[in-house]
């Protein structure tokens, strides 16, 4: 691997844990709402998709092994492994598939970036998220998809700033 994917690689878990010091806004479901995952959607649409999906492996490995990056200070096997775990555990693929979409057409404008950060920082994410919630908490998957809800707005608010953020990145750096 080259000196220029290693530094993307722990720039971008750099970020994402820089992300988890942004004041989290209490839900009252047992989670809050984190600037976290706009680090996941960062790290895909600048980085790509190896670069940005290793960024979060590190991120994960570094929770793993204690560090309390996790916003809210949480860091541990305990950490990812809650109710609510499904959703980290899903950033490297989330990263990895919003690069690879974006990847797959580098010319794209705002909305097209827009639609593939949603697309794996959204559905993708939620799906894991969703589906581990239900199961971790025993309840049905109804239930976790409604009690998710809550998540959308802010999310759609993180995918216009990685969108826009990568357009402005991605024109004044052709070569990024």
Do not use: E
């Amino acid at each position: 691997m080259d000196t220029k994917s290693i530094v993307y690689i722990a720039l971008f878990a750099a970020l994402t844990a820089a992300l988890g010091i942004v004041p989290p806004i209490p839900t009252g479901f047992g989670i809050n709402i984190t600037a976290q995952s706009l680090g996941v959607m960062l790290a895909g649409s600048i980085a790509g998709a190896k670069r940005g999906g290793l960024a979060m492996v590190l991120f994960l490995a570094l929770i793993a092994i204690g560090l309390p990056l996790l916003a809210g200070g949480r860091g541990g096997i305990a950490a990812l492994a809650g109710p609510w775990a499904g959703y980290v555990l899903a950033w490297p693929l989330c990263s990895f598939i919003i690069g690879w979409l974006i990847g797959r057409k580098p010319g794209a404008n705002v909305w097209l970036l827009g639609a593939f950060i949603a697309f794996g920082g959204i559905v993708v994410m939620h799906t894991f998220g969703i589906l581990w919630y239900a199961f971790a908490s025993q309840i049905p998957l109804g239930v976790a998809f409604i009690n998710n809800s809550i998540f959308i707005p802010g999310d759609l608010v993180k995918v216009a700033i990685a969108a826009v953020l990568t357009h402005g990145l991605r024109r004044a750096f052709p070569t990024l």
